[in-house]
């Protein structure tokens, strides 16, 4: 794992235990998670939208082995990032 994204990685990987607990694991079903533009940035080191979301872009294809491929987007001032099952899965047996 890229020491750059260690505080995004560590951050989804708790944001989806905390999904996993409060609403359970559904094998095979992806999860999306909000973030706002400010905890995105700051996750990423980024201070602009274009660098974070090349960052995103990088991050997905380094993790792509263990989480699947993860998908993002920016919508009305935040970023959502969609894990596949094969993330939620990862996380699950973690």
């Not at 359970?24 to 201070?47: N, R, S």
Request: glycine content about 8%.
């Amino acid at each position: 794992m890229c020491k750059k994204f260690r505080d995004l990685t560590d951050n989804l990987e708790a944001m989806l235990h905390e999904s996993i607990v409060k609403i359970g694991y559904v094998k095979g079903q992806p999860v999306g998670i909000y973030y706002t533009e400010d905890l995105m940035h700051h996750l990423l080191g980024a201070d602009e939208d274009l660098t974070a979301l090349q960052r995103l872009e990088e991050f997905a294809k380094e993790n792509q082995s263990e989480w699947g491929m993860i998908s993002y987007e920016r919508q009305k001032g935040r970023y959502k990032l969609t894990v596949p099952a094969k993330g939620m899965a990862y996380v699950y047996e973690r």
